[in-house]
């Protein structure tokens, strides 16, 4: 079978597409920018990285990677290409998306609502049984702050906290809309905040966890930009960092390892689905604030973290971390979330591990990587 996916160099992408090489022995054609050699060569460098070791000849000849854009009409692809991988695919993974949290509207829209339209037009031409998995979030229920979200609820009844949140809702509605419209069959993959206790290559793409343990990294190594570094600030115990967020506010974290194999259960070995359904990747058990700052303080002997509803008159440490992260801190939530459907396709499959403390400080610890210390990688778009 050949699937068409997109987002192939993107955290969750890159772990689809490596299963899909791998253990599913299926041919794969990633969609991404640049020439086809170096698409490739990104491609390969990112899924060697999150594997850890270099994929096989014949792994490695299961994929082709080809020019495009998902937000460009025609997916940016030429005319008789466009057609001839329409008529040869059997499947669409779309799990591109700009995932920058404190991005434009206009930028987050391009990418999130435009390309996922692009991407609808393009599985209106491929077989009527081609199946379309398309890659949400658990944002989609905006800002809900208490309660049960449900896996087959969409509402912008609550609003929503960043402008990412609201393009991937509207980007999901097009989904139902067009599985509606056209008698289609469509999944739709909602997962939490995927992590990873696990250290990749310097390729690896990043996850939120990771992304602010090199923030806080960077503060307690340097101070940050424009704050002085801590020979010059005093002694470690004297560094004390407020965050916006309330201590009883919850996340829910979900290990990477259950996620991929929850969602190629799901999207992958299900039998058809009628019209379009939604299933939560999710944990079980929300992990709450505080035993996140727990975690980095214990990775940070001497640092001090607080958790309050509002910062007052911010250090220049606080004042960078909320200008590298305003999406992550902008939740309130305190709400779990229906996984019936998900566990209906899952069968056999264990729950997660625990996100105890453990798993938050290996989560937490940067990679060896130090580049761009001061520019935290969720502001990228994933698989872009």
């Not at 899909?20 to 990285?49: F, I, K, N, Q």
């Not at 201590?247 to 259950?258: E, G, K, R, S």
Request: aromatic fraction near 6%; charge should be neutral.
């Amino acid at each position: 079978m050949t699937l068409l996916i997109t987002g192939a160099t993107g955290f969750l992408g890159s772990r689809v597409l490596y299963e899909l090489l791998t253990t599913y022995e299926h041919d794969a054609v990633a969609l991404g920018r640049g020439s086809p050699a170096s698409l490739r060569a990104r491609v390969l460098a990112v899924l060697e990285a999150v594997s850890g070791r270099s994929l096989r000849e014949e792994e490695r000849a299961r994929l082709r990677c080809v020019s495009g854009d998902v937000a460009s009409p025609y997916l940016g692809l030429t005319p008789a290409l466009y057609r001839r991988l329409a008529a040869e695919c059997r499947a669409v993974w779309h799990c591109a998306g700009d995932i920058a949290l404190a991005g434009e509207r206009e930028r987050l829209f391009a990418v999130n609502v435009r390309g996922t339209a692009e991407v609808l037009t393009f599985t209106e031409q491929t077989d009527p049984s081609c199946r379309l998995v398309h890659m949400s979030t658990m944002a989609v229920a905006g800002g809900m702050p208490t309660g049960v979200v449900l896996e087959d609820h969409l509402s912008d009844a609550y609003d929503f906290e960043t402008h990412y949140d609201w393009s991937k809702y509207e980007a999901e509605k097009l989904v139902r809309q067009w599985a509606q419209r056209r008698s289609r069959e469509a999944i739709v993959l909602r997962p939490s905040v995927v992590a990873s206790d696990q250290k990749f290559g310097a390729r690896a793409p990043s996850h939120p966890l990771g992304v602010l343990g090199q923030l806080i990294d960077t503060i307690a190594r340097t101070g940050g930009p424009g704050i002085p570094a801590p020979a010059e600030r005093g002694p470690a115990a004297d560094v004390r960092l407020r965050l916006p967020v309330s201590p009883d506010v919850t996340f829910n974290l979900v290990p990477d390892a259950y996620a991929v194999k929850a969602m190629l259960r799901v999207g992958h070995d299900s039998g058809p689905v009628t019209g379009v359904r939604a299933f939560h990747i999710v944990h079980p058990v929300e992990t709450s604030a505080r035993h996140i700052a727990l975690a980095i303080e214990a990775l940070h002997p001497g640092l001090s973290v607080s958790l309050v509803d509002e910062v007052v008159d911010p250090t220049p440490a606080e004042s960078f971390v909320a200008a590298s992260l305003p999406g992550f801190l902008s939740f309130r939530h305190r709400r779990t979330y229906d996984r019936a459907n998900t566990l209906a396709l899952t069968s056999g499959l264990a729950d997660p591990n625990p996100i105890d403390h453990s798993y938050l400080v290996r989560a937490l610890t940067p990679s060896g990587s130090r580049e761009d210390p001061y520019l935290p990688r969720n502001e990228h778009p994933v698989g872009s």
